[in-house]
């Protein structure tokens, strides 16, 4: 029997398909099972991802040698993923970051895997889409990495693992022709680096998860190379999922790190001497947030400078102000409420003063000072009864309470 076999060069073909057989009569017969087109001309893209990220890094070393800046600078200054620089609204970090790299071994080994993982995949979805699958899929990556990995990071295996997933979907589309290009391999490549992600420090690994996620993801919302395929609504759905997932993704980024960063820019704000502005940012912080005992101590210090500056200068009412609004984000701490006794005193407000001051001694217990206070201030209140109780609380605690035991001796005869 004569016949030939005609082949596009744009098939994987070999032993894997027949395209098609023409025999004497003319007549083709179907194909025993579906071919695929591939791109079959030079892979530039991926060749042109590899420069990007080697001038990125000559350029990002080279920058920082001529300003002496350590490796955290350049990679801050050049577009590492910063979580609470990002939550702030420099979302393009999330872009940038997978352009960086930390160091050299970093940068070889990226770029290996771009090199080896690159062409397959342009090749099996083309040039266009295989734009579109490494930067979504980088990008995802990133967003993973900035939702649940706290520290700053940076590097191209968010892309290269979206890369992967890509072919995962592949594998779900060919299978058969997947298992004899790859084998079992490139399952065992995925789940061992996954792994060891999980038990080596300092592998941002929700970064390679989010890649590898938004690999499959965006390749469903894409197809092969060529590949027709009428399920519009279906891929309408997808791309629609992944807008969903950035956009939720962000929001929830925005108040997961609202606490650092209230927390940093009032800190900030307090170095400046600026407290107002301290109190601020303190103001924009939830309930929960201030609870937190890291807020806690930062808010406290800011706070309580705030109130010894208006003592100094004479702005009792404005130090009472701060300390009422102290009190009301830590109604508990019986600390303010002593200090708020004290600019009560100063104020000849001897009621509210006594009510601090009996409230802080009750719920600290043995301090002599603050009953010595609330003593005299019921004395001020004209409540010489009370006035001797709680000076000899006071002496209790402390026998040799000098000052306690001679206000004691002056009111014993007036009770």
């Known amino acids: 029997m004569d016949h030939e076999w005609r082949r596009d060069p744009e098939v994987i073909e070999g032993e894997y398909e027949i395209i098609e057989e023409r ?22 893209v991926t060749y042109i991802l590899l420069a990007i990220n ?44 997978m352009f960086l790299h930390i160091g050299i071994l970093h940068l070889f080994f990226n770029s290996y895997a771009l090199y080896l993982y690159g062409p397959i995949v342009e090749r099996l979805f083309g040039k266009i889409k295989f734009i579109i699958l490494y930067i979504v899929s980088g990008l995802i990556g990133s967003l993973l990495s900035y939702l649940f990995s706290p520290n700053p990071s940076a590097g191209a295996s968010g892309a290269i693992f979206g890369l992967m997933g890509s072919l995962l979907y592949f594998r779900r589309e060919e299978r058969g022709l997947f298992q004899r290009i790859f084998g079992p391999g490139l399952m065992m490549i995925i789940f061992i680096n996954l792994v060891y992600g999980f038990i080596q420090p300092g592998i941002d690994n929700w970064g390679h998860i989010g890649g590898l996620l938004g690999g499959f993801i965006t390749a469903n919302g894409l197809g ?43 800190y900030n704000a307090a170095q400046r001497g600026d407290l107002d502005a301290a109190k ?56 303010y409420y002593y200090y708020r006794g004290q600019i009560y005193e100063t104020l000849e407000d001897y009621e509210k ?63």
Request: with cysteine; glycine share 4%; aromatic share 14%.
């Open 23 to 44: 025999y004497d009569d003319d007549r083709y017969t179907r194909p025993r099972r579906p071919f695929i087109q591939i791109d079959d001309s030079t892979p530039y």
């Open 54 to 97: 080697i001038i990125v890094w000559l350029l990002m070393s080279f920058t920082g040698l001529i300003m002496r800046w350590n490796q955290s600078l350049q990679l801050l200054y050049f577009g590492a993923k910063v979580n609470e620089l990002v939550a702030q609204g420099e979302y393009w970090r999330l872009f940038t970051a």
């Open 224 to 266: 092969l190379y060529r590949r027709r395929n009428k399920q519009y609504g279906k891929k309408i759905l997808i791309w629609l999922l992944i807008i969903l997932i950035f956009a939720l993704g962000l929001v929830f980024g925005e108040i997961k790190y609202s606490k650092a960063i209230y927390l940093n820019q009032a």
């Open 280 to 335: 601020s940012h303190i103001g924009n912080l939830s309930k929960r947030d201030r609870n937190n005992p890291e807020a806690k101590r930062i808010i406290e210090a800011v706070y309580i400078e705030d109130i010894n500056s208006k003592l100094r200068q004479g702005q009792l009412h404005d130090a009472l102000e701060s300390i009422n609004t102290l009190i009301g984000y830590y109604p508990k701490d019986a600390n």
């Open 353 to 415: 003063a006594l009510d601090d001051y009996v409230y802080a001694a009750e719920t600290t217990k043995n301090v002599a000072e603050i009953w010595f206070r609330a003593g005299r201030a019921a004395y001020n209140c004209g409540n010489v009864v009370d006035a001797k109780k709680y000076m000899e609380e006071a002496l209790k605690i402390n026998p040799n309470y000098r000052e306690a035991k001679e206000f004691l001796d002056s009111i014993t005869d007036m009770v």
